[in-house]
T-cell receptor, first 114, second 113 residues
Framework: AQKVTQAQTEISVVEKEDVTLDCVYETRDTTYYLFWYKQPPSGELVFLIRRNSFDEQNEISGRYSWNFQKSTSSFNFTITASQVVDSAVYFCALSEAWGNDMRFGAGTRLTVKP | KAGVTQTPRYLIKTRGQQVTLSCSPISGHRSVSWYQQTPGQGLQFLFEYFSETQRNKGNFPGRFSGRQFSNSRSEMNVSTLELGDSALYLC????????????FGPGTRLTVL
């Protein structure tokens, strides 16, 4: 069965620090998709990135970067030079190609202090 | 394109009542999924509708039901409300298959007293 673990419940950093959010997943499928979503206090889940299981290239988008390692079943998310606006709950999620639903991790609450 | 919209944004009901929540997907998206988010259980999948048919269902009791209309708009209904149904209900839409990215609406905050 599919499972997503975000071991860090809460992280607090000071503005401009770099921070990495961990995500470990379990699946028996060889074809699957990994996602990161951001949930600000307003409640809406904002899509950040999607990665399929055959593409292990790391990705960078501005201050955000993602490290996908199949060998350790991890899909970690790094924010460089964090800003107060990055404060939110971040969710990692997994969809199997022939699965039924998207499975979310428990989320990591990131607080960036000025 | 406009994003996913959900109405109402906030609801207060009492135990035993029923409630209907509405979701309008992104234009062109045929799949709508519903999720329940609570502090204790996190984000849990309720069900998915595609082309007016329930394509997928999570582990929720029959009190939770939904439907989808020909314009892809979806409604979710909860009957005989319980205190534990208090949650943020999120709707997500995607174009077609399971592999497409889901885009979420702002949610409906339901409080059951």
């Amino acid at each position: 069965a599919q499972k997503v673990t975000q071991a860090q419940t809460e992280i607090s950093v000071v503005e401009k620090e770099d921070v990495t959010l961990d995500c470990v997943y379990e699946t028996r499928d060889t074809t699957y998709y990994l996602f990161w979503y951001k949930q600000p206090p307003s409640g809406e889940l904002v899509f950040l990135i999607r990665r399929n299981s055959f593409d292990e290239q790391n990705e960078i988008s501005g201050r955000y970067s993602w490290n996908f390692q199949k060998s350790t079943s991890s899909f970690n998310f790094t924010i460089t030079a964090s800003q107060v606006v990055d404060s939110a709950v971040y969710f990692c999620a997994l969809s199997e190609a022939w699965g039924n639903d998207m499975r979310f991790g428990a989320g990591t609450r990131l607080t960036v202090k000025p | 394109k406009a994003g996913v919209t959900q109405t109402p944004r906030y609801l207060i009901k009492t135990r035993g009542q029923q409630v209907t929540l509405s979701c309008s997907p992104i234009s062109g998206h045929r799949s709508v999924s519903w999720y329940q988010q609570t502090p204790g259980q996190g984000l849990q999948f309720l069900f998915e509708y595609f082309s007016e048919t329930q394509r997928n269902k999570g582990n929720f009791p029959g009190r939770f039901s939904g439907r989808q209309f020909s314009n892809s708009r979806s409604e979710m209904n909860v009957s005989t409300l319980e205190l534990g149904d208090s949650a943020l209900y999120l709707c997500a839409s995607r174009e077609d298959s399971f592999t497409d990215t889901q885009y979420f609406g702002p949610g409906t905050r339901l409080t059951v007293l």
